[in-house]
Each structure stands twice: as C-alpha cells, then as structure tokens.
C-alpha cells in the first residue's frame, strides 16, 4: 500500500508563487508515475501534470511554461511548482500515484491518492 501526503497549499495573490510537495510512504518502490489533479468547485478533476520514474513529464496546456513537476529521488517528494499564478488556478490539488508508467488521463487509472491541498489565488 502507498500513503501520499500533499502539502503547501494556501492563499496567493495573482502572479506569485506556490510550491507544493507530495511526500509518498509504503511501498514507494511499487510507483512507476506521479500525477497532480486539480478540481475547482463545480468542475470535474482535472490533469495538471505527470512524472513518471523515468522522467517522462506531461502537462495540461493551460499550465504550460507556468507550472513544473519535478521529483527528488533522494528526498522522495515530488514537486509542483506553480508561477504566474491566476484566480482559475483556484482548487483542491490532489497528489496521485501508479503502479504503471501513466502521463495522464482520467482519475480513475490511477492507485493511490492524497487527501488534497487547496490552493487559492485572490484576483
């Protein structure tokens, strides 16, 4: 079983910046790919971006060249670090796992899930 912890979330004006980690505990060694979603009030979950152990990255559109995942192999966590930040930027940020080398698609390929961070930024 894995266990994932997001943290990092909070309240942030437009154009600044969070980063927000996922911290993963069990059999890490069973994940093959991290995902980030996101799901704003009234809206499906939706894709933000993927890693897998590879280094394969995949990103929704409106978030590329303002949104990086990236993973620290020796610490453990994986990242989202978010720039530019806008208002529609605003949800619950899940943090998600696989054991299969996943890019993307919907939420329910995927194993494991974290309890969600909100994310909110002020216009």
């Known amino acids: 079983q894995v266990q994932l912890v997001e943290s990092g979330g909070g309240l942030v004006q437009a154009g600044g910046s969070l980063r927000l980690s996922c911290a993963a505990s069990?059999?890490?060694?069973?994940?093959?790919?991290v995902a980030w979603y996101r799901q704003a009030p009234g809206k499906q979950r939706e894709l933000v971006a993927a890693?897998?152990?590879?280094?394969?990255?995949n990103y929704t559109g409106s978030v590329k060249g303002r949104f990086t995942i990236s993973r620290d192999n020796a610490e453990n966590p994986v990242y989202l670090q978010m720039n530019s930040l806008k208002p529609e930027d605003t949800a619950v940020y899940y943090c998600?796992?696989?054991?299969?080398?996943?890019?993307?698609?919907?939420?329910?390929?995927?194993?494991?899930w974290g309890q969600g961070t909100q994310v909110t930024v002020s216009s």
């Open positions: 998600a796992a696989s054991n299969w080398e996943l890019f993307g698609g919907p939420p329910t390929l995927w194993d494991f």
């Open positions: 890693v897998t152990t590879g280094g394969l990255t």
């Open positions: 069990g059999d890490i060694f069973s994940i093959n790919a």
